[in-house]
């Protein structure tokens, strides 16, 4: 891919993984491989830090299970 977009940050936690921003669209499958090299734990979480589409342009990617936390204002604007 060309251009990345913002930063992600993986935490993995006794439940499960927590992502810090998805990036552009179509970064998705490409998170989660590389997630996949580091603990077999689902993703259980995805905090976007804000609306702009570096940051949640590929929450889709991820399973309707994953729990999204934003700000309020986020949620009209994605």
């Known amino acids: 891919m060309s251009s990345a977009g913002g930063n992600t940050?993986?935490?993995v936690t006794n439940d499960g993984v927590v992502v810090v921003d998805t990036k552009l669209a179509g970064?998705?499958?490409v998170l989660l491989d590389k997630i996949k090299?580091?603990?077999?734990?689902?993703?259980?979480t995805i905090i976007n830090t804000h609306?702009?589409?570096?940051h949640?342009?590929?929450n889709n990617m991820?399973?309707?299970t994953v729990d999204i936390i934003a700000h309020e204002n986020t949620k009209?604007?994605?």
């Open 37 to 44: 090299t580091v603990t077999n734990k689902p993703v259980i």
């Open 51 to 54: 609306t702009h589409g570096d």
């Open 62 to 64: 991820f399973p309707a």
């Open 56 to 58: 949640t342009g590929s």
């Open 76 to 78: 009209g604007e994605t």
């Open 9 to 11: 940050a993986v935490f």
């Open 27 to 29: 970064w998705g499958q």
